[in-house]
């Protein structure tokens, strides 16, 4: 598990915006925030205070087109699901 992902783990809820907005942009790849609030059900007015909070936290980037991309590969996060909820099973 990435260093990254462990401090989202600690600084962010499993139930706030930003931590979904993280998880989306993870296995989902690049969105603008439109794209985001429309696959996610989260109002437009919730996923870009969520992603200015993750930009400033350095665990989204932002690309020229105002695209956004979680520095979290979706692999850590996976990882960390079979390492901590399957494997105790």
Excluded at 7 to 18: N, V
Excluded at 48 to 53: E, G, K, Y
Excluded at 59 to 77: A, E, L, M, N, W
Aim: charged share 25%; no cysteine; glycine share 4%.
């Amino acid at each position: 598990m990435s260093k990254l992902w462990e401090k989202a783990l600690k600084e962010l809820s499993p139930r706030s915006s930003q931590f979904k907005v993280l998880v989306y942009l993870a296995f989902e790849g690049p969105a603008s925030p439109t794209q985001i609030a429309e696959k996610t059900g989260i109002s437009p007015g919730t996923v870009r205070p969520a992603l200015r909070a993750l930009f400033s936290k350095k665990y989204v980037t932002q690309g020229r087109d105002r695209s956004y991309k979680s520095k979290v590969p979706f692999t850590d996060i996976v990882s960390d699901l079979f390492t901590n909820v399957i494997r105790r099973d």
